[in-house]
């Protein structure tokens, strides 16, 4: 049974970074895609972005440009790089992997969530 840990979360101010981690236990080779989804209070959790193994990425809207997925295959690790960080990114932040599609996957593991915080 794989387990994922995250980790990275915090308070930051407007416009600065946060790394998120994901650790997992057990091999994730069976999974298609890893991936980040947010849930800020009141509102739906949404797919913030997600990696396939053989390298795709998938971004929502309104992070391109700002975060970074990529996996640290020695550490198996998935790690989310949050620059420039809004007040809108303020959320509760899962770590998650399954089956694809890279924009819709279809989640069976998840982690226990880490919570981002950005003050404006």
């Known amino acids: 049974q794989v387990q994922l840990v995250e980790s990275g979360g915090g308070l930051v101010q407007t416009g600065g970074s946060l790394r998120l981690s994901c650790a997992a236990s057990?091999?994730?080779?069976?999974?298609?895609?890893m991936g980040w989804y947010r849930q800020a209070p009141g509102k739906e959790r949404e797919l913030v972005a997600a990696?396939?193994?053989?390298?795709?990425?998938y971004y929502t809207d309104s992070v391109k440009g700002r975060f970074t997925i990529f996996r640290d295959g020695a550490k198996n690790t998935l790690v989310l790089q949050m620059n420039s960080l809004k007040p809108e990114d303020t959320a509760m932040y899962y770590c998650?992997?399954?089956?694809?599609?890279?924009?819709?996957?279809?989640?069976?593991?998840w982690g226990q969530g880490t919570q981002v915080t950005v003050s404006s």
């Open positions: 057990g091999s994730t080779d069976s999974f298609d895609v």
């Open positions: 998650a992997a399954g089956p694809g599609p890279i924009q819709t996957p279809r989640p069976q593991v």
């Open positions: 990696s396939r193994t053989w390298g795709s990425r």
